[in-house]
């Protein structure tokens, strides 16, 4: 929990690169210990991720974002203190009801998927897909070019019904695929890290915190109340829904407090309830993720997929039965999650102070030991360099997506639900001996398809909207210019 909030704190890297890392580390302790060591992290991160944000305007990790928008104003006004106090609570709070929620709803969904079959499992996770194209991404287009080029990127490697080879261009090293791990630090620690040095940012000089400025006011402590839990509502929400993610999640519960708060008038000059909102959600969003991921093996985003694949790598295969079989993995980290709430609350005040004199730390000293450590973990997994090659190679790629907009996320998790994708439908498609009717024949299956249309035509109906107001604009642009 400490290294994820110290790696949240620090701007640029965020948790994907730490789990990355210490993924391999995973193979040699007990599948609830690789899980509870893996989440402490993603849970330290966004913790952190809310320093950087309001002491240097610069999110510590994407879902922090939105808290520079009132963060930051409230650190120059002279109010970091309290800023830094309201995201710690709200991340608790948020954390908390999230957990009520993972403990209530995970036997639930848990009842429901066991009536999943190939047919069903393929329409959720063609809806996953779609949700993150078309939610989690600006551009819904793009978001699709991206899912579609990860689920191509899966392809690569051995069909494993026929055994042939296939896109691997005759070599060997790519008979078993491209690696996860490999494939997601490229895309998001090493382009990260171009990023970063190419811009030629230096690190900055934070102020000083003390923790006798952090307490709020009794008025501060009812306006933040609400917000909290809508923001705690949000995050749920987006943490459910594959492909999501809790950066939706932060993103949603800011607007919606804004359309609701008495107070939305001060919102983006240091309204304490734009950091509530948003704070909270993402830490909810966080635990909550875990409800599809254990219940139904869908990740919701791509650190939830390598938390996923360190219980795969266990022989624990995520889905129905995984409660049912395992029970003392999925308690045994519920009282993790508790303990993990707690330990970051009492942690987070002490260590502020820490955390801030980390952020003056030259770049040109931190990210070539982050470039170091992502090569050598990549190394450790198959003792491969040609691993370490691809590492680089899409560092490289997701540099150039990043410079034209493309987002990554949903190629990651296109690449994650490629091949379980390609698999049911398969599946599917042999047990209804090639009739496609049975996906729409099944009404879970035709549910979650029908779900996924409305997806794609709310998308296209947005699509035109902008269009035309876009088309309008130009028009009378061309007129007063005439």
């Known amino acids: 929990m400490t290294a994820g909030t110290a790696v949240g704190v620090l701007p640029g890297i ?5 789990i990355s890392v210490l993924f391999p580390i995973t193979f040699h302790v007990p599948p609830d210990a690789a899980v509870i060591l ?25 879902s922090n974002a939105v808290t520079c928008i009132d963060g930051y104003p409230m650190a120059r006004d002279g109010r970091a203190g309290k800023a830094l106090f309201m995201t710690t609570i709200a991340s ?39 949700a993150a194209a078309t ?41 078993d695929g491209l690696g996860l791990v490999p494939l997601a630090m490229g895309l998001f620690g090493v382009a990260e890290v171009i990023e970063r040095l190419v811009s030629g940012r230096v690190a900055g000089k934070p102020e000083t915190v003390g923790l006798k400025s952090m307490l709020l006011t009794r008025d501060e402590t009812r306006r933040t109340f609400m917000p909290m839990v809508r923001g705690s509502l949000c995050g749920i929400f987006s943490g459910i829904l594959p492909g999501a993610g809790p950066s939706l999640g932060a993103f949603l519960a800011y607007g919606l407090e804004k359309r609701v708060s008495p107070n939305s008038a001060n919102f983006g000059k240091g309204a304490i309830e734009g950091i509530a909102a948003p704070e909270a959600a993402n830490n909810a ?52 999650f508790w303990i993990a709430n707690i330990l970051l609350l009492v942690l987070n005040f002490p260590l502020i102070g820490l955390w801030v004199k980390m952020l003056t730390i030259p770049y040109s000293i931190l990210y070539p030991a982050v470039i170091m450590f992502i090569c050598a973990g990549v190394f450790s997994l198959r003792l491969s360099g040609f691993d370490v090659l691809i590492v680089l190679l899409f560092g490289a790629v ?3 997506f990043n410079l034209v907009r493309l987002p990554t996320a949903p190629l990651l998790l296109g690449f994650i639900l490629g091949t379980p994708l390609e698999q049911h439908l398969r599946r599917a498609m042999i047990i209804s001996r090639g009739d496609a009717w049975v996906f729409l024949e099944r009404p879970i299956s035709a549910v979650l398809l029908a779900l996924s249309a409305l997806l794609i035509l709310g998308a296209m109906a947005a699509a035109l909207i902008r269009l035309r107001r876009g088309g309008g604009m130009s028009r009378r642009d061309r007129v007063r210019e005439n």
Not at 14 to 18: K, N, Q, T
Not at 98 to 127: N, R
Not at 143 to 170: E, P, Q
Not at 298 to 321: C, E, K, S, Y
């Open 14 to 18: 965020g948790p994907l690169v730490a």
């Open 38 to 62: 893996l989440a402490g992290i993603y849970f330290g991160a966004q913790y952190g991720g809310s320093t950087a944000s309001i002491l240097l305007n610069l999110p510590g990790t994407a």
């Open 285 to 336: 969003s966080v635990q909550a993720a875990f409800i599809p991921t254990l219940s139904l093996g869908i990740p919701g985003d791509a650190i939830m997929a390598l938390i996923l694949g360190a219980l795969v790598v266990h022989g624990i295969q995520p889905g129905p039965n995984v409660i049912p079989q395992n029970p003392e993995l999925f308690w045994s980290l519920v009282a993790s």
């Open 398 to 400: 997701g540099y150039f």
């Open 135 to 175: 939610l989690a991404s600006s551009s819904p287009l793009r978001g699709i070019v991206m899912v579609v080029l990860g689920v191509l990127l899966s392809l690569v490697g051995t069909d494993v019904n026929t055994g042939a080879y296939r896109f691997t261009f005759g070599m060997s090293s790519l008979a």
């Open 92 to 130: 608790f709070f948020g954390g908390t009801v999230s957990l009520i929620a993972l403990m209530i709803f995970t036997p639930l969904i848990v009842g429901i998927a066991l009536k999943f079959g190939s047919p069903e499992y393929f329409a959720l996770m063609v809806l996953g897909l779609i």
